[in-house]
Each structure stands twice: as C-alpha cells, then as structure tokens.
C-alpha cells in the first residue's frame, strides 16, 4: 500500500516569517493530495489540495507543489500567523480506480511566535 | 449543526468492555470512514464504507466492527476493548467516485484502563 512521510514533525516560526512542510509518497498511481489542518480539540480539515495534472496551487497565502516525478509535494504558508498554529497531515490517494482512501503523514505540529 | 457528529465525545471503559462509538452525517455523503489517531503515528483506517451494504476493511481492522445502518450513520464497535485500543477515534465522510476532500467529525476521545 502507500506509505507516506512527513517532516518535519514540529515547526516553530516567527510571526510573518514562512514556513515549509514537506513531504513524500511511495506509490506512484496515487494522483490526489491534500492537506489537512487541525486545531486543537477538533477534527482534521481541508486547507488545500492538488491532483496528479497539476505542479503548483495556490490558494492567499497557502501553496502547495507536488513533484510527481521525485514523489513528494510540500505546503507553504507565507506570512505567518498566531492562528495558523496546528498541526498538518499530509495525505495521498488514488492509487486504485476509484477509490478514496486517504493516506496520512504523521503530522507537522506548526508554532507561529507571535 | 455540524455536518459530522459523533458520539460520545470522550469515553473511559475498562479492558473487556464492549463499547460502542457512533458517527451521523448531514451532507447526504454515500462514503463513510473510521479513523484512528495515536500521537506520532498519524491517522491511520479502520474501517471504510461505499454505501449502506459495501463494507470494507482498512489498515487495522483487528479488534474492530463496523455497522452502517443507514446511509447518514456508521457505528463502530470494539467488541473486547484493551488498553492499546487507547485513542482518538474519528469519522470521515466523502462524495463522489474518486479521491474528493473527506469532513472529519469532532473526535472521540476513548481511554481503555
């Protein structure tokens, strides 16, 4: 099956400064990858997602790259914030013909140091 | 209301205890998924549903049962809880046919002693 790595696993950065979590994935069918963010107390959610066709995404302040070839995409947050804090799960999918299943890293636990 | 609800939100049983954690969904989703979450360790599948008789099993289905008794609920059971089973379990909901954003609910936090 997939098997998906992250780094790194904690994060801390100052206020307005960027930050960079990468990450890779084994099986090369996989053609969805999202990126979920959870804050304390709370179930994980969706900030950004790419597919397969598609290098770079951006979405205000929130990118993400996906290098199909090297197997690995990473999130960029500019212009960080205090509530950006939480921690991000990388995931991948789609290895198989319609499936869903969703893969996860295990999670980048960003401080934003206001 | 939130579109993803589970029940009970924080649970302490004891080992050899059946319990029971639940998931109701609002956004008329077909699929349906259990995680779990231990610390360092991710989100990793239990359990996955594509409609109310398709039932299959995930990464670590040991221990574990699933029902979905309809297509807004989907229960799972751990039939003889032991302390590893210790840690945040949660319900996803999915559309579609292919890889789409899942929507967690809020967790259930569940301690085994």
């Known amino acids: 099956g997939e098997n998906v790595e992250q780094h790194p696993s904690t994060l801390s950065v100052q206020e307005g400064d960027s930050a960079v979590i990468k990450c890779t994935y084994s099986d090369s069918a996989s053609n969805y990858f999202p990126w979920y963010k959870q804050e304390l107390g709370k179930g994980p959610q969706l900030i950004i997602d790419?597919?397969?066709?598609?290098g770079e995404k951006k979405d205000q302040r929130i990118a993400v790259t996906l290098n199909k070839t090297a197997k690995h995409f990473s999130l960029h947050i500019t212009e960080t914030q205090p509530e950006d804090s939480a921690v991000y799960f990388c995931?991948?999918?789609?290895?198989?013909?319609?499936?869903?299943?969703?893969?996860f890293g295990t999670g980048t636990r960003l401080t934003v140091i206001p | 209301d939130a579109d993803v609800t589970q029940t009970p939100r924080n649970r302490i049983t004891k080992t050899g205890k059946r319990i029971m954690l639940e998931c109701s969904q609002t956004?008329?989703?077909?699929?349906m998924y259990w995680y779990r979450q231990d610390p360092g360790l991710g989100l990793r599948l239990i359990y996955y549903?594509?409609?109310?008789?398709?039932?299959n099993k995930g990464e670590i289905s040991d221990g574990y049962s699933v029902s979905r008794q309809a297509q807004a609920k989907f229960s799972l059971s751990l039939e003889s809880a032991i302390p590893n089973q210790t840690a945040l379990y949660f319900c996803?909901?999915?559309?579609?046919?292919?890889?789409?954003?899942?929507?967690f609910g809020p967790g259930t936090r569940l301690t085994v002693t």
């Open positions: 956004k008329g989703h077909d699929r």
């Open positions: 996803a909901t999915s559309a579609g046919t292919g890889p789409y954003e899942q929507y």
């Open positions: 995931a991948a999918s789609g290895g198989k013909p319609g499936a869903n299943n969703l893969f």
């Open positions: 790419i597919r397969s066709n598609v």
């Open positions: 549903s594509f409609d109310v008789k398709d039932i």
